[in-house]
């Protein structure tokens, strides 16, 4: 366990190599970055092994802490320390293995793109910030892996950049996210005056002993929470993730399937005993939760981009990760459950669109339809994705559901819960709607039909896998299942925060959310594949205005714009204005105009007349004889 | 009463030279003329190297007094070495100048000489009627040679000019010294001061009388606001060289008087005068660099630049102490010599071209690198940029100010400075900045190019090295104290 | 015996009208006769002092003589200025000799 | 052996650029080449040595180093003992701003080699510059600081007069006369100030010397600090772009040609900040406690204000310009906060900051030298046609938003956690404004580089050889500072703790 | 009030109201025969300070050679005598100036207390023997350096008044 640091510095070290010479390497070097992913999920397993020896159910993992001091000044110290517990190891499992996988599909789908080499630099980069993410031990080197896990997102979705939009999306992607970080920032300067170290551990101690007042733990712990939000596209710092789609394929997968988007989720999970203690930070983190998985499932209903509605399904999932979080209690469990099974299926689900998109270069259902004759494959794993991420049994998706429902409704009521349940039903709308639109009824656009056909071996063995993984991920939550792969027993039992969690079934609960699962599917198979569509038409022909504001996506993105050109650039308009005609062309101007205004005057008073000049000195002399007299005499 | 008349060697000799040129001149035949070019003032530059060897060599460390008139010490000494070595580079610059446009090379160099004697005689004397003699030798010749060019209108106009107001002024600082005789009954420094420190009880309104009209014929000398006036028309009218030598050696002269005779005769009543100084200073701050600010000539622009510089030296008298004479004279040193390079270029770009507007110098860096380069070290100095003197004569300058409590003149002469940065980048900008008509090349000017040479060197010297410059006028200014 | 001060009050009365007419007068030797006129007040003043004061120097009855000759020789070169200007410009007024100004 | 070369190590860097300038002076403007020979020869040893200073500058020792003092003037006048002398000496503020000179100067060479209309004055002029700079960081001497202070501000009039660029507005026009115009008066205007207290500590102190650490031993009235501190706090401030003194600085800067805008933003403004920390705070310690939440708030404004106006811009150097403001309000706020943490902080964004911007400069000047426009609307996509100047072009903005990785994050974090010790409220705005610049970094990499590719630029070349050497120097530099830091942190620490006024 | 007293006021009266004349009156020859009597007048309270040999130098000088010159000056400058142009336009200020001037100064004058002065002596005439030993001996250096700014004048007036070729 004390060697996990050499799991993040694998793809580091591929990125270093990468950035210099990849240029003078075969195949631009992509296969030195598929190796490196190769050999960090090869050193994962023999971290995991190292973890698991000798510990027994309900027993948690000797967390392993290792580093070394970066940077020294006075009681002022950084370090880059790795910190491996449950919590790391699930999220090092995640992020290897869709690194992975994400590696290998982009072997063939990027093939021929311009700057390949480099996508594989940044992409080795990309991994190797977000290992370095998951194991750091305290908030600085989060935060500055946290930042460079940004910078690698805002490079590979403007990957394409010459394309405006793609421009955009990244230029959107990073400043969004960098909101939140300003005040994650902020969160951890406050943290360190608290307990004056960086160290997360440490924080979360004194935050338990109660050494942090209320309103500071109040104050850290939201603006933290800021920072996910941001990281983790949660309502209102959502508006990147959907446009972040402009990226290749792999990319998004990447991105908002495994790693970046759920850091968020993994930095509130490390810190969830400190958000316990603080009050309304939970409330906080529930209720932003459920207005985002909420709020992203409506609008999911009607976008017709794959890849967008797989976003929003994205955001859906997030959201719920952020309820179960905020819910309390097991909690941390049903998030990391839900974030451990949606990596499968959610890299699955764009895996596969990418690979509609790579076939038939469409991206928008309504030009597609009917592809399941052509892509059977594709169209199996895709819908495989789409009922999981529905939460159809007995697919992972469904189990990590079923958690979350449970949690909600153990700790926060039957209010929160039919909330819940109402995404859930929303969610198999809207994923089955694309499903059915993608792949059903007839061709929409016959050339891009006729040119569609299978994608190749190298594209295909990564959805297989990531297919098979979605169909049996969700098992791990057995007791039996996880004690042969060598664990002490099923997740909730190896990770836990408090008693280890033994599943079972709760009949009722899997009852409903079931039953809102294929509720939804249902109802989006009446509306959009019977009858090709036109009842759908007929309801949003009912209410137009309501349809018109779920495409617009409640006209937040517009708002924001609004933001942007009226305060910013009004601000910096403004701030122009009075740099230039106040500081500038008065200050700094007007002294020198005056000066030379002054000099402008004063110089007639040499007219050339001698009288003139004389007067002058007669006057210099009865003036300074008047004075002197005057103040002199008796 | 010590009458060793080999104390004024120099003096004779300075004589006895402006005679020979004027007598070589005479005599020799014009044919002959023609064949040694520049004869009259090869001669006379020959003879002020002698007259500066002759000043240096024996009166180290002398400290004698002539009749209780004339002191010879270091002071003197100084201000000997100061204003040869001045009029040596006038003559140097004048030579083509004066085959030009001038006539009469014998009799203007021989006024120049004589005037030199006027000069250091204003420095050495130690009683008003000789100062005051000397002073009338000094003006006198700088009248003549103002109106000296028979080509340019504007010379004789400036003649009159400077004559008119010249007599004026001295009719008013006779009308002070008569004031001061009065009240003090003497007419020595010494005499003076020991009338005025006898004094217990109050100081006498004509006294002050005495003083003010004083002042403004000094200050008329050396261009104090508001007795400037006539310096603007006269460094315009007046030939080029002559420009150059009033602006060094009739101010500095000026100075020299008026820190000998108010070390030596006022320094017991210094804060019942203070405050006139101090006043016409930051007149003069303001006024000239203001006025300054929107000069096209750049004799005029020179002129009023100087009435700024006059402010700077006069907060020196203002603050009047040794530390502040000797600051006094090392700026002074450093400025003749600043202005000496940047008057020596423009006659050397004037003899080839005529160009006296400012405008006129716009691609001079690429026609005449040398002469663009030592008009801005000239310039930058003036406007007290370090590298070059006048950044550390004035910070001393200044610095003694400080000293005697005149925190705000020193800082009103910073500004002034300041403001004059402004103009002098401004004659920087055409040079370098702004494209000439043309871009040949000047030709080259051994004599002038030498002299430029040797004066830029004493810019940085005084920048850079000035200990030894330093010292000499700290020696010098001691001896006004003791 | 007349008071020192009434010498002083002439002489002061002569100054100032002396400077009256360098002030107000156009032609420039009319300016000259006023600066001849503030002279010989200088003179009343020097000579005043000289025999009230200390008239075994008599330094200024020394100065007096020095004045009248300055003031002698300056009238000599001020002519001489004035008549080639005049010839120049055809005038002697000052505030018609006044190309050289601002 | 190795004593010789600490002792004249300093002096060797002020003297070779001197000496350069003086050196190339008689070659004729007819032998470009030869000029450049002496140029690269020279701005490579000045590289060598400063780096030296920095790498054998023994920080366990602290204090000064590489001392070595010349009389200049002594027991003449009222000067006495070490009146006015040559004194050199580096302490752990100074050698990391050593290095960065040396970088940013070599830089400047190598990307002024191809200038070939009156070369030679230009390296006269740029080296004098140099010199000028590297007299004031090893100053010990107030005399001598303030002398070498003015020296670096004297060729700036003529380097931008020269070789600058005007540019258009449209509704009005900013001539490179204007600017260079503005930016000398500024900041001659500003060492007016510094002048006057230069005056009056010399005469409070009543020692007859200029020595900076015999000024530094009197302790002054607490009055008379509070009194002669704002002279240098503002006279400094100027040319560290103090708002709402900064005008001169995008305007200077825009109009600048590449080496003079590398040299002054990434150096020369550091002489601000670096003497009111030298000698601001360093005599005034009380006085500088008393106005230091001015500096405070005038800082943050800039840092806004430089950052709000920098998102307005169109004109990349103006951009960068205004950029240059916003940091250097970071760095007056790392001064304001007057704890360690905050003042190294103030420290390492000097150095940051002067690489980062001159990297900008560089190829902001690469680009338009062959463009000859800087408008980022009117470009597009340039990240295609060349990558280069695109890659270091998103380097010097992501360490200007503060990326980890760059040595802008070591220095903003640095100062941010010494601002919110004392002074929440403005840690907060001081974070926001670090935002702010992502998003105008990120709009200019977006609209000039990125999005469909202007095929007007097709033709346009990438950086030349020189320039990528230059920027690869810079780009070291920052890579240098943002991944291993310790070095820069370790030498100001030896000076930061226990300088006066500063608290732990 | 003695005879001397009343000499000295008539004498002190007529010099003034010359000298006023020399300033005020609008033909230049009659001012400058006003500045004969004016000179005259100093001469004249020259020997009532019983200072001989300045009234001798001042009538000989002023009132002959300077005089004439200026005659001469007038002579050669005048080619138009206008009356009414005789005075500048800023004669108001020039009064107000002087007049200001004479207030100050005879403030001045009476405030002073001419603490070196004798009282209630008898004026003794100094001898000119006395003051041509004091000149060639005490005031060598003044004189020899008076003789060199008459040589000044001399040559100066010569070099300036003469015509060349090329005269403007």
Known sequence: MEEAWIIPAIPAAVFAFMFFFRNLLPRQGDFVSVLGALASFVVFFFVLADALDGISLGEKIRPAVEGFTWLEFSDFEIRIGFYVDELAIVMLSVVTFVALMVNFYSLGYMKGENHYGWYFTILSLFVASMLTLVLADNLLLLYITWELVGICSFLLIGFFFERRSAAEAAKKAFVTTRVGDTAFLIGIIFAFYQVGTFDIQTLIEAAEAGEISDGWLTAISLLIFVGCMGKSAQFPLHVWLPDAMEGPTPVSALIHAATMVVAGVYLTARLLPMFEVAPYALDFVLIVGLITTIFSALVGLLQTDIKRVVAYSTLNSLGLMFVALGAGGHGLTAALLYLFVHAFFKALLFLSAGSVLHATDRQDALELGGLWRKMPLTAILFGLGAAAMAGVFPLSGFFAKDEILAVVLDERGPVYFGLVLVSVALTGVYIARIWILTFLGKPRDQHAYDHAHESGPLMMIPMVLLGILTLVGGLVVFSDIGQELGFPGGFGQFLFVEEPEDFHFDWALVGASVGAALLGVLMAFYFWLVGSGRRAATVEALMPEMALILRRKFFIDEVYQAGINYVMLGAAGVVSWFDRAVVNDTGVNGAGVLARFAGDRLKYQQTGVVPNYALYIVVGVVVLATIAVVTVAR | MNLDYSLLIPEYWLAALAALVVAADLTVPATHRLRIRYMSGWLAAAGMVVAIVVSIVPYLDTDKDFGGLISVDDYTTFFRVFFCGVTLFTILASMRYMEQRLSNPGEYYGLLIISTIGAIYMAAARELLTAYISLELLSFSLYILAGWSRTDLRSSEAGLKYFLLGAFSSAILLYGISMIYGVTGSTTYAGVASGLSGDVGDIETGMLMGMALLIAGLGFKVAAVPFHAWTPDAYEGAPLPITAYISATSKAAGFAWFLRLFSGAFMPIIDDWRWMIAALAAASIVLGNLVALRQTNIKRLLAYSSIGQVGYMLIAIAALSPDSAGALLLHLAGYAVTNLVLFTCAIAYHDETGVEEISGYAGLAQRAPFLALMMSVALFSLGGMPLFAGFLTKFILFQVAVEEDLLWLAALGVTGSFVSLYYYLMVIRQMYIEQGPTLVRLPFQPVMYGAIFLLGLGVMLIGLYPAPVYEMADDAAQVLFV | MIPLEHFLVLSGILFSTGIYGVLSRRNAVLILMSVELMLAAVSINMTAFAVYISPDLFTGIIFAVFVIVVAAAEVALGLAIIVRVFRQRASANVDEVASLKW | MEDFLKEYAVVATVFIMLGAALLMMPIPQRRPDLIRVVAVVAGFAVFVISAGIFAFYDWEEGGLQFQMRWEWLENVGFFEENGISLYFGVDGIAAPLFLLNGIVTFAGCLVSLKIKNRNKDFFILLFVLSSGVFGVFGAQDLFFFFFWYEVAVLPMYMLIGIYGSSTDFGTFLRTKEYGAMKLTMMLVGGSVLIFVGIFTVFVEAGLGTFDLQALGSVSYDVNFQKAVFPLFLIGFGTLAGMWPLHTWSPDGHVAAPTAVSMLHAGVLMKLGAFGILRVGIFLFPEGAAFWMPALLVVGIIGALYGAVSAFGQRDLKYMIGYSSVSHMGYVLIGLATLNEIGVNGAVLQMFSHGVMTALFFLVVGALYDEAHIRDMTRFGGLAKSLPLIAGFMAIAGLTSLGLPGFSGFVAEFHIFVGLFQDYEWAGVLAVLAATITAAYVLRMLAMAFLGPFNERWTRLPDMSVNEVMGASLLFAAILFMGLWPDPFVDRIASTIVGFPGIES | ?168
């Open chain 5, 1 to 168: 009030m003695s005879g001397t007293e009343v000499i000295f006021y008539i004498i002190g009266t007529m010099t003034a109201l010359a000298g006023i004349g020399v300033v005020t009156l609008r033909s230049v020859v009659h001012a400058a025969l006003s500045l004969v009597a004016a000179v005259l007048g100093v001469a004249a309270v020259f020997l009532l300070l019983s200072v001989e040999f300045l009234f001798l130098t001042q009538v000989l000088l002023y009132g002959g050679a300077v005089t004439i010159l200026l005659l001469f000056a007038l002579m050669l400058t005048r080619v138009r005598d206008v009356p009414a142009l005789m005075v500048g336009a800023q004669w108001p200020l020039g009064l107000l100036a002087a007049g200001s001037f004479f207030a100050v100064f005879t403030v001045s004058v009476f405030d002073t207390e001419w603490r070196w002065a004798r009282d209630n002596e008898e004026l003794t005439s100094v001898a000119f023997e006395d003051i041509g030993d004091t000149l060639f001996r005490v005031w060598a250096v003044p004189f020899e350096i008076a003789s060199l700014v008459l040589l000044v004048a001399l040559v100066g007036a010569i070099v300036l008044g003469r015509q060349e070729a090329g005269d403007r």
